[in-house]
């Protein structure tokens, strides 16, 4: 299988959050979006774990989500 394309998926994952930083994303956030934004979180730090590279980006790319 081939690596997704990078400008396809929209680069790479090279960004960390601490857990404070996490609460301060999802906190700035309209109220009525918060779990949304949580879920989005979610889903890229699962994608993470399976593709390490491209995260949850690469996973739909390639079509293996």
């Known amino acids: ?36 934004i949580f879920r989005s979180l979610l889903y890229e730090a699962c994608g993470g774990i399976i593709n390490p590279i491209y995260g949850a980006a690469g996973l739909l790319c390639s079509g293996t989500w």
């Open 1 to 36: 299988m081939d690596a997704p394309s990078t400008l396809a998926c929209g680069g790479s994952r090279a960004e960390f959050y601490g857990r404070a930083g996490l609460v301060n994303l999802i906190d700035a956030g309209p109220q009525h979006l918060r779990p949304a």
